[in-house]
Structures are given as C-alpha cells and as structure tokens.
C-alpha cells in the first residue's frame, strides 16, 4: 500500500470495535422491498455483494410507523413482523465480518408514500403545500409525539432482535427531526416549539434518550448508537438554524446521552467541502471543520458527500474520523480493496447495462433514488443514466 493513503487505512475503535480502515458504507436505498416493508431478494443480494466492502455498514432507512415512511418500496421496521425480514438483511451485511447499523427514520411532511396511502402527512405544526397534490400537514399533538417515541424504542428493540450490531438515529436532510429543530418548519408554541433552542431541541434528546434506555435494557455493552444530522438548515436566504445551535444541540447530546458516533450528511455536490452560510463565528468556514473540532474526538464524526476517489477520500478525512460511501460502492464494490491494493487505475464507476446483474443491482431499483444521486454527482452521468433506465421496470416488478 502506498504511504500516501496510510491514514485511510489505521484503525479506528467504535465500543469495543477494532475496524482496519476509516471506511463506511453509507445508507442508499434501492426501493425493491415489498409494499409492506418485507427486505426483497433484491435487497439481500445487493448487501451480499458488498458486505465486504467496509467494516461499518449502515443499511438504508427503515420507518418506524406508517406516517413516516420515507420510500415507496423501503423496509420496515415498524412491526414484530418485520423483525425475520430484518434479521435477514442483518445476516447479509454481516456475513464477511462487518457490523450492521440499521438506521432508523421518520420522514415527517416528505412522506409522500404516507401522504397517497393514510391520505395525511403529518409535522411539527400545520402547514399547506401543493405537491403531488394541495394537502394539509396535520400538526402532532404531544400524545402523538410521546406515541412516536415509543415507536422508536420498538423500532430499537427489533433491531436488536433482528441481530443488528447498532442503530442510527436519522434526523438529517429535513426528516422529521430536524423539522422541529428548525424555526421555520417549527411553528408550535408548547413545549415542543421554536421559541427557544431548549424547545426546539427537545424531541431529538427525548428520542435519543429513549432509544439509549432501550439499548442498555436490552442490548449488550457493544450495541453502537449512532445519530445522522445536518449542521446547518439554510433555504436560500432563510436560516432554519445555524451552525451555533447544532453545536450546542450536540453538546447536550455528549453530556447526558452516550452516543457513539455523528454521521454529517446534506445534500448537495461535494459536501464535505461545504462552507457555513449562517453569519457568525464560523461563518464561511468549513462545515466539517467546525463540527470536527468542537466534537474534539469526543466521539467519532463520519462524513460523507462527493467523496468518490482516494484523494478526496484524503482531503475529507482531514476533519472526520471516518469516510461515508453509498453510490460509490453501487459501482464499485471493491473500492476499497482496490485503493489498499494499489490498484486505483482499475476503481471503475461507470456502470453499462452488462454491469447490472454482475452487480447485483435489481433490474427494477432506485425508483427515484437517480434524482438524489444527480445532485452530487458521485457517479458519472453514464452510470446514472444506466441506473435511471431501471425505472421503468417498476411497473414490472411491483
């Protein structure tokens, strides 16, 4: 291995975890499970083929109740009955030796999948929007909020059953979470609102707390916790909260729950090269700078966003801990592998119709998925376009 990537590969302690390398395999979601949340063929296959590709893997988002389900064709992990489907995608991504994190989310007012089935989306206070059609977002009462709590906690507890080896918190990239963290999707006036950061940051601790209570109830001293966020919320020239009041947010975090690691995640083209646009402090400093230097190893930051060759690799981990890759490792599998072997020259991540089934990408995947990776622009234009042409084999397949 050429010294020059070394750092990429020195170990790194998560709990009482020892990984080789500094690489994630970050959440993406191919949209293949049932209607009903059940893991596909389709989605063991796709884990199969890449459980060798990072030592931390985090599966794609499974919702936790039927108002926050985030994708068409996601899994589920809002019913005992999903618990067997979870387990076998928990066997999947740890048979080459990985630890499996199952990331746990809510979509809040994005869940267009609930908005067509239950006819209501549903958020930190009402709002009324046009798309895919003119609907009202119904504001959570607090017995519905204490209600979702819970839901996490089960979401947590067949997690733990399923075999998986962690669970991630997902509040990025405007999920319901960090809705109520910011004052413009927050528009309540109890003890949940925006009228000051306590408020707003309460349902993010609250859900935290309840899933570490769970955790150390049922799970060994290992089970990892971990909590994906975006560090700043900025919609043109409007601030839904600045970079200060994440910080803080993460403070509280660190003093009174023991989490284990920060996923920082937007979306965007580059994104680990992101600058704050909130005036102060830090404004027009590097995000991840910012945020790396205040956690000051209190636990460990992975970051993420266009990092799709050794050298960005190197230039993002200078403020992170470790490296997250999701549509890299769609093309290429052995990306790593490829890079520890000095055979960089051969990392490919242009995808022809030939490459799917080598790949064991489902000829009926990504359904809308495509979009999202356009905005980043990870892989070439030609692999997209490759991947788009799956959707139209949705109405095939489901």
Excluded at 46 to 56: D, E, G, I, T
Excluded at 67 to 72: D, L, N, S, Y
Excluded at 83 to 110: P, W, Y
Excluded at 327 to 345: C, G, H, L, Y
Aim: proline content about 3%; some cysteine; hydrophobic content about 40%.
């Amino acid at each position: 291995m050429n010294k020059k990537y070394s750092k990429l590969f020195s170990p790194i302690k998560i709990k009482n975890f020892v990984f080789d390398n500094r690489f994630v395999l970050s959440p993406i979601t191919l949209n293949v499970s049932s209607y009903d949340g059940f893991a596909s063929k389709e989605d063991i296959d796709y884990a199969l083929k890449r459980a060798h590709s990072a030592y931390l893997a985090i599966s794609s988002a499974a919702y936790i109740n039927l108002e926050g389900q985030i994708f068409e064709f996601g899994f589920s992990a809002a019913n005992d009955e999903h618990i067997d489907s979870l387990k076998q995608v928990a066997n999947a991504m740890k048979s080459k030796g990985a630890k499996a994190i199952l990331q746990l989310a809510h979509s809040g007012r994005f869940s267009i999948i609930s908005l067509n089935r239950l006819g209501y989306v549903v958020g930190p206070s009402k709002q009324s929007f046009m798309y895919p059609f003119p609907h009202e977002v119904q504001e959570l009462s607090i017995k519905q909020i204490k209600e979702l709590i819970k839901d996490y906690q089960k979401a947590t507890l067949r997690a733990i059953e399923a075999g998986f080896d962690g669970v991630e918190i997902s509040s990025a990239q405007k999920l319901l979470i960090q809705a109520f963290f910011s004052v413009i999707s927050n528009q309540r006036n109890d003890i949940y609102g925006n009228q000051n950061l306590e408020n707003r940051s309460r349902l993010g601790l609250e859900i935290l707390q309840a899933v570490r209570e769970t955790i150390d109830k049922h799970a060994s001293e290992n089970f990892i916790l971990g909590y994906r966020a975006t560090a700043e919320e900025t919609r043109g020239q409007e601030i839904g909260y600045p970079i200060e009041d994440f910080l803080q947010f993460m403070d509280q975090v660190l003093i009174n729950i023991k989490i284990d690691y920060l996923a920082l995640a937007s979306w965007g083209r580059n994104i680990y090269k992101y600058k704050v646009q909130s005036q102060g402090e830090y404004f027009n400093q590097l995000v991840n700078k910012v945020v790396y230097q205040h956690i000051n190893q209190r636990i460990s930051v992975i970051v993420s966003g266009g990092i799709n060759s050794p050298d960005k690799c190197l230039e993002a981990l200078e403020y992170g801990d470790m490296i997250g890759l999701s549509s890299v490792f769609v093309a290429e599998p052995d990306f790593v592998r490829k890079i520890k072997t000095m055979q960089i020259d051969k990392i490919n991540l242009h995808i022809t119709e030939k490459d799917i089934e080598k790949l064991a990408i489902p000829k009926a995947a990504f359904k809308e998925m495509v979009k999202l990776m356009d905005y980043g622009e990870s892989l070439p234009k030609d692999t997209r376009d490759e991947l788009r042409k799956l959707e139209n084999n949705y109405s095939i397949k489901n």
